[in-house]
C-alpha cells in the first residue's frame, strides 16, 4: 500500500523538544520533494518546513526559523522535523506530503502533493 506514516508527536511543555518522523511505503522517496504542514484548531493549514529531492534546499515558515529543522534520509526512506524551543502556538496536528512535480518552497507555498500522511498531533502547554 502507498503511504506516508507520521510518528513523534505526543505533549510537550513550552521550551521542549520533540523530532517527528514520516515513513514512506510503497513507494521511494528519492525524487520527491518532502514537507512538513501543520493545521491548529479553527485555522488554516500551513506550510511549516519542505526539503527538495536533489540538492536538498529548504524552506522555512517565519514562525519556526531558527527552531525547526527538516531532513530526509533517503536510505530510510523517511524524512524528520526536529522541533526545538516549541511554543503553544505550534500546536496543531502535524501532516507530511510528498510531490515529485514541486520544489521545497512549491510544496510548502502551494499545498500540491502526490501523497499526504493522516496527520499526528502535537500539542504544547504547561
Known amino acids: 500500500q502507498v503511504q506516508l506514516v507520521e510518528s513523534g508527536g505526543g505533549l510537550v511543555q513550552p521550551g521542549g523538544s520533540l523530532r517527528l518522523s514520516c515513513a514512506a511505503s510503497?513507494?521511494?522517496?528519492?525524487?520527491?520533494?518532502i514537507g512538513w504542514f501543520r493545521q491548529a484548531p479553527g485555522k488554516e493549514r500551513e506550510g511549516v518546513s519542505c526539503i527538495s529531492d536533489s540538492d536538498r534546499s529548504t524552506y522555512y515558515a517565519d514562525s519556526v526559523k531558527g527552531r525547526f529543522t527538516i531532513s530526509r534520509d533517503n536510505a530510510k526512506n523517511a524524512v524528520y522535523l526536529q522541533m526545538n524551543s516549541l511554543k503553544p502556538e505550534d500546536t496543531a496536528v502535524y501532516y507530511c506530503a510528498a510531490d515529485a512535480l514541486v520544489d521545497e518552497e512549491q510544496l510548502c507555498l502551494g499545498y500540491v502533493s502526490d501523497y499526504w500522511s493522516k496527520g499526528t498531533l502535537v500539542t504544547v502547554s504547561s
Open positions: 510503497g513507494f521511494t522517496l528519492d525524487y520527491y520533494a
